[in-house]
């Protein structure tokens, strides 16, 4: 069965760097595109970053821009990374990886997740 599994998540104090890692139990998530996810407490889930099945097409949500890189390597296990610096106290939240693909009508749909990693930014 397909998975994603998050790991990497922890707590660190406004300003220091994090690196979430997100591993598909199968190389069949090499065509998909991958994003990542957070949910604040009490917050609806938000967008962060997807990266195109090559590596490219990578978008970021405004609030992350310049302060956080989405990679992957495909391989026998699809790996996606979030490399997080410069993290804020507003970028605690659980983060979760998905995987999707563009439907029918040109929108991305994510038909996989991940059950998070949470990221705790205090001092």
């Known amino acids: 069965q397909a998975q994603l599994v998050e790991s990497g998540g922890g707590l660190v104090r406004p300003g220091d760097s994090l690196t979430l890692s997100c591993k598909a139990s199968t190389s069949a998530f090499n065509i998909w595109a991958m994003a990542w996810f957070r949910q604040a407490p009490g917050k609806e889930r938000e967008f962060v970053a997807r990266i195109g099945s090559n590596g490219g097409r990578i978008v970021y949500s405004g609030s992350v821009r310049g302060r956080f890189t989405i990679s992957r390597v495909n391989d026998q296990n699809t790996m996606v990374y979030l490399q997080m610096n410069s993290l804020k106290s507003e970028d605690t939240a659980v983060y979760y990886c998905?995987?999707?693909?563009?439907?029918?009508?040109?929108?991305?749909?994510?038909?996989?997740w991940g059950k998070g990693t949470a990221v705790t930014v205090s001092s």
């Open positions: 998905a995987a999707g693909r563009y439907d029918d009508y040109g929108e991305m749909k994510y038909d996989y």
